[in-house]
């Protein structure tokens, strides 16, 4: 079906990810993390026409699909189930005062953006990539769990900052 010329709209694909392809040595770690299959999402390619599809058949005030088969809508356990991720354990939710910042950012990344000198005060998603895109292939554990963990970091900090 193709819509009226005056409610038609481009959809535009917006990605969320950190940008790169986690690296093949920190794979095992971010299973282990259960963001395994969350890291690999970006591979699937979205098909435009399918998209507009379900865009066009959502209705914001019933947050259903209206589809032949019938109404259906989208849980956190559809997406739970999807992703593989865990719904049993500890919730993170909140803002946490960070006593010493740089402290923790040792103690899960091995690093910090102040080891240059300058005051570290946040973590940007470019230094992050900067240090931890590529892994040698002699790293040791902890470099790799500390990639991993940088991975995450962005994963999750992206889709805050998309969703901002």
Known sequence: ???????????RTR????IYWPDEW???????????????IHV???RANLIYTLVERWHP???T???SCGKCTITLENVALQLRLSMDGDVVTGLNLVVEPIVLCYDFLGCSPGDAGAKFTNLKFSWLKENFKRLSSNAIERGKM?????????????????RQ
């Open 26 to 40: 920190i794979m095992p770690y971010l299973d282990v993390a259960r963001f395994g299959s969350v890291a690999l």
């Open 61 to 63: 005030k019933t947050l």
């Open 1 to 11: 079906m193709v819509p009226p010329e005056d409610t038609y709209h481009v959809l």
């Open 15 to 18: 990605g969320n990810g950190p």
């Open 146 to 162: 500390c990639a991993a963990q940088a991975y995450i970091l962005q994963l999750i900090g992206r889709a805050y900052v998309k």
């Open 44 to 46: 699937f390619k979205l």
């Open 65 to 67: 699909f209206h589809l």
